[in-house]
């Protein structure tokens, strides 16, 4: 495994952490033998720095980690967690969290404690509220080790967080289609020049990057010479960056965890040549004309009040017009989200309400765009094939 350094503490890190907001599931819930399993392995082999937070999960995350780091497997991680400014009314609120999140880790310190998914309002909000002062009392008691915060706002506003406070470390979203994004590129140069870690989440696009490429996204990899999967290209870009200390990737497949594992060995600060960096530019590129919305797929805007499950929504919308094959991407929307294999979810059934967009990190105009896929993905053509699918799936699970 390779480590990175901290360098405010001298912490040797595991450039590979493991998120836990993608656990594998069963029946909606956390596939606790899997999931347990797949951390002690990463663990095992060399993975030092977990991360979690109170949404993830329906806010069963934290429960099963503290769970899952028994049997001695504790000691031998850095735990991440992360204080929920949607839940923070008042000064009391940040202390009484804390206190609930260690009883859930089973633990007597958080390691790397974050305010979680800032942006210009949340910081104001908790900054009036006294939470830097929330910050030095819990570190003088020895309730958190390491102060944080994560992010999902403006280069401006990132900025003026990070002189704010002697943060150890930052977490942004960052992977090659988000150098101009959020925190970018000039936001992990800022940070890493004034000592503070950097964690990198959304290394993939919530997978995006690394699953049903486009066409022209396979010819580019395949002509570059290397046999390398779009998972493995993605996060070497990211940890070819020096200043990254940490990459998160919310590994919920055995398969992953072994690539991720075997990637990060060798993918060091600045290893990659120009012709490599010259291949993800051009991939880069394809996606951008493609990819329609911006999703990550984290569901901060669940539950929908109305139904939809708007990250899935997302996700078949930018599969097909990133070049999936169509009559495959409607029906899985009509399959998964039309009534054939549960309740409806699709897009037709948003009320504009605006509820999820207060929500989101990406500051994506969701009704707006879920009208867009509404007209795409739930037209005539997806209902036309609905009668078949019923059939299809009916004929399946009586077998």
């Known amino acids: 495994m390779q480590y990175r350094t901290v360098p405010k503490n001298g912490d040797r890190l595991s450039a590979l952490g493991f998120g836990a907001m993608r656990l594998p599931t069963r029946r909606g819930k956390i596939d606790e033998e899997r999931a347990t399993r797949q951390i002690r392995g990463a663990i095992d082999r ?21 769970r899952a780091l028994g049997d001695g497997y504790r000691e031998r991680v850095k735990i991440a967690t992360k204080l929920p400014p949607f839940a923070v009314k008042t000064r009391e609120d940040m202390d009484r969290i804390l206190e609930v999140q260690l009883k859930k880790l089973q633990t007597d310190r958080i390691d790397y404690y974050l ?31 390491n102060p944080g915060f994560s992010f999902h706002g403006d280069l401006m506003t990132f900025k003026e967080i990070i002189d704010a406070y002697d943060w150890t470390f930052c977490q942004i979203q960052y992977n090659f289609l988000d150098e101009q994004t ?19 989440m959304e290394p993939l696009r919530g997978g995006m990057l690394a ?8 010819a580019i990899y395949k002509g570059s010479g290397y046999d390398r999967s779009a998972a493995a290209w993605g996060l070497r870009w990211v940890w070819n960056h020096p200043e990254v200390t940490v990459v998160l990737s919310g590994m919920n497949d055995e398969r992953q ?6 990637t990060s060995e060798d993918a060091l600060p600045g290893a990659m040549t120009p012709a490599e960096i010259e291949t993800v530019a051009q991939v880069a590129a394809v996606y ?14 669940l539950p929908c009040p109305a139904g939809v499950n708007i990250p899935q929504c997302f996700y078949i919308y930018n599969l097909y017009s990133t070049g999936g094959n169509r009559l495959f991407t409607r029906g899985m929307y009509g399959m998964t989200l039309m009534g054939v294999m549960g309740d409806r979810a699709d897009a037709s059934l948003c009320r504009n309400c605006g509820r999820c967009m207060k929500a989101c990190p990406q500051r994506i105009a ?22 078949l699918a019923r059939m299809l799936f009916r004929a399946e699970v009586t077998e």
């Open 257 to 262: 965890i072994d690539e991720n594992l075997a």
């Open 115 to 145: 305010l979680h998914s800032l942006d210009a309002k949340s910081w104001e909000q908790l900054k009036d509220l006294g939470v830097l002062e929330f910050l030095d009392s819990a570190k003088a008691s020895g309730r958190i080790v």
């Open 182 to 200: 959020q925190a970018g590129t000039e936001g992990l140069r800022y940070a890493a020049e004034r000592q503070i870690a950097v964690m990198v």
């Open 366 to 387: 969701i009704p707006e765009e879920l009208a867009k896929v509404r007209r795409t993905l739930g037209g005539l053509r997806t209902r036309a094939i609905m009668p």
């Open 211 to 218: 699953a049903n490429l486009p066409k022209e996204v396979q």
């Open 46 to 66: 060399g993975v030092n720095y977990v991360d979690t937070a109170v949404p993830y999960h329906g806010g069963e995350s934290e429960r099963f980690l503290g």
């Open 288 to 301: 951008k004309r493609k990819i329609r919305v911006g999703c990550t797929g984290c569901g901060y805007c």
